[in-house]
């Protein structure tokens, strides 16, 4: 409230101001009831009510003494709202009778509905407006709130003591919101501190709000609107959150549900959303009382709105900076690949990047197949033909897919990595899929290593093969005793053929097949091994185009005493 001060004469100070029975007022405040079932503001305590559209609400509170200073703050949480603060002057036979007794009060609002007051402020819109007097008479306020749009939440706070209150954060003098970085994905703002949090030393922190549709004036308008469904909003609480008399009418949220926070962007389903559930355009994160913050994961080439609002932690009421708006760059052209009919291309792409190739066949074809090798993780690919999605499965290790052909049409493939890490692949597409450049592979590519069989200078290994002859290739190489398996997941590359090995490693190759599955297993027995040490065994197959695909390396260790 300290921004409203500076309105206030300080001569207005020096003035006694009325005292304020601080264990009843505490006791009223955590009976949030209290003020729900009655038409009573509290002084110096937040409410949060509601108002059906097109009907006003009042609310009423005393002055008992001459020169009061006073503030009075509304919040609209939703919708515009039109609202009026009038004065009606106190009998003289309720002079000294405290604001806080029900039977003065409740005689003072019969009188008012026959005498109309003097209106001291109005105001009609959706801002955070407020009135204030450094000198305010004696009489029985009145506040009265009407919505004319629909259905809508609303605070409203009050109080004779506005200096020693500040329960609102103050802003800087300079209250915008900077956009200091802008990429693709990514937005960093910048703002300058609270006073109250720098100068009063009081604790506050900042909640910064993304959303696609349009600047908040309120945080209690951005809970709004988080909480709330198209169709259906959950039904006021009797005894707790409204009257039972409102219970019948539906269209209100509990405040209980306000102020969760959720990550941005990330995946939903589309259709009508349960009450319960957070709507998916907008965004919430408290931060702290950082001044700086980036936001990630946002949509490339998107408007985006962002507001910051100081929050002050012990009262949890809330003052909102002048927000503002960025539009993020456009994601960058890529350049696209040619692939030639029959011929491995080698494609990398970063760690949730993509890739684009293109196929373009040039003759007629009935069928066109494309062979995929993930060398690391599994990868995302997608083909379209001449526009239209054909085509969209993640791929770990080789795979095959054949589409049906059209004269002179175009492939466009995407191939996009995942969030682990870069991804390396060959891909081959060609119109001939007799001429098979990748080897086939049974579905365990693991190696099995036989403990029984270990010596101190030899190990019995096995491992599957396929219908089809193929050609295989087994290497070792000596690995320190503290290898591990994240030394190993590095050597897991499919890609990287035998060429590339030492031939001091390479143990022996063989042919062989079996069109009975089951028995289409190979043992060999590896010697010439030291004692007590551990190697790392590798096994390629090799296809008749060449290209090689690696099983999954075995880490052995032979036996320290025979």
Not at 375 to 401: H, Y
Not at 505 to 517: D, G, I, M, P, T
Request: hydrophobic share 30%; aromatic share 10%; proline share 6%.
């Amino acid at each position: 409230m300290s921004y409203l001060l500076l309105l206030l004469p300080l001569s207005s100070w020096t003035q006694k101001l009325p005292t304020r029975d601080e264990e009843l007022f505490q006791m009223q405040i955590q009976d949030k009831s209290f003020f729900h079932h009655s038409s009573v503001l509290p002084d110096g305590a937040e409410i949060s009510s509601y108002l059906f559209r097109e009907t006003p609400k009042r609310y009423f509170f005393v002055v008992e003494e001459d020169n009061t200073p006073l503030a009075v703050t509304v919040t609209p949480c939703d919708a515009p709202l039109e609202w009026k603060l009038s004065l009606q002057e106190l009998p003289e036979e309720s002079s000294g009778e405290g604001s806080g007794e029900p039977e003065p009060l409740e005689q003072q609002k019969q009188q008012i509905i026959n005498e109309e007051g003097t209106e001291l402020f109005s105001y009609r819109g959706n801002d955070v407006e407020y009135f204030v007097s450094s000198s305010s008479p004696s009489g029985l306020y009145q506040l009265e709130l009407l919505s004319t749009e629909k259905d809508t939440n609303f605070k409203v706070y009050a109080t004779t003591t506005p200096e020693s209150d500040q329960p609102y954060p103050e802003l800087p003098y300079d209250p915008r919101v900077d956009v200091t970085s802008l990429g693709r994905t990514t937005v960093t703002l910048a703002w300058k501190p609270s006073p109250t949090a720098s100068l009063l030393k009081q604790p506050i922190q900042y909640c910064v709000v993304i959303n696609k549709e349009h600047n908040f004036k309120s945080l209690c308008a951005v809970e709004a609107k988080q909480s709330a469904d198209d169709t259906f909003m959950r039904a006021p609480k009797p005894g707790l959150d409204f009257s039972p008399f409102d219970f019948a009418h539906f269209g209100f949220s509990s405040n209980s549900n306000f102020g969760k926070e959720r990550s941005f962007l990330k995946p939903s389903k589309f259709g009508r959303q349960i009450y319960s559930k957070p709507r998916v355009d907008l965004e919430k994160i408290c931060i702290g009382n950082k001044n700086i913050f980036t936001v990630s994961e946002l949509k490339p080439d998107t408007q985006y709105y962002f507001d910051i609002f100081a929050v002050n932690i012990n009262s949890n009421m809330s003052t909102a900076y002048v927000g503002t708006f960025a539009r993020t760059k456009e994601e960058a052209k890529q350049k696209t690949v040619d692939l030639k009919d029959g011929k491995v291309t080698d494609v990398f792409v970063k760690r949730k990047g993509s890739k684009f190739l293109r196929f373009a066949p040039v003759s007629s074809h009935q069928k066109v197949t494309f062979f995929v090798h993930s060398c690391l993780d599994a990868v995302q690919i997608q083909v379209r033909r001449d526009g239209k999605l054909l085509l969209s499965q993640n791929v770990e290790g080789i795979r095959q897919f054949q589409l049906r052909g059209k004269p002179k049409a175009k492939y466009l493939i995407r191939l996009k990595g995942n969030k682990r890490g870069a991804s390396m692949l060959k891909i081959l597409a060609t119109t001939r899929p007799n001429k098979q450049s990748f080897p086939s592979l049974p579905e365990d590519t693991r190696i099995k290593a036989f403990d029984k069989l270990r010596t101190c200078s030899s190990v019995t290994v096995a491992w599957l093969g396929t219908q089809e002859r193929n050609k295989f290739c087994i290497y070792r190489k000596e690995v320190d005793d503290n290898y591990n398996e994240l030394q190993k997941k590095r050597e897991q590359n499919q890609c990287l053929g035998p060429d590339l090995r030492k031939k001091s490693e390479k143990v022996l190759c063989k042919y062989f097949h079996s069109q009975n599955l089951q028995k289409a297993v190979t043992t060999e027995t590896i010697k010439g091994l030291q004692p007590g040490k551990s190697y790392l065994l590798d096994v390629y197959v090799i296809g008749h185009g060449g290209h090689s695909v690696k099983y999954q390396s075995k880490l052995v260790r032979t036996r320290k005493f025979c």
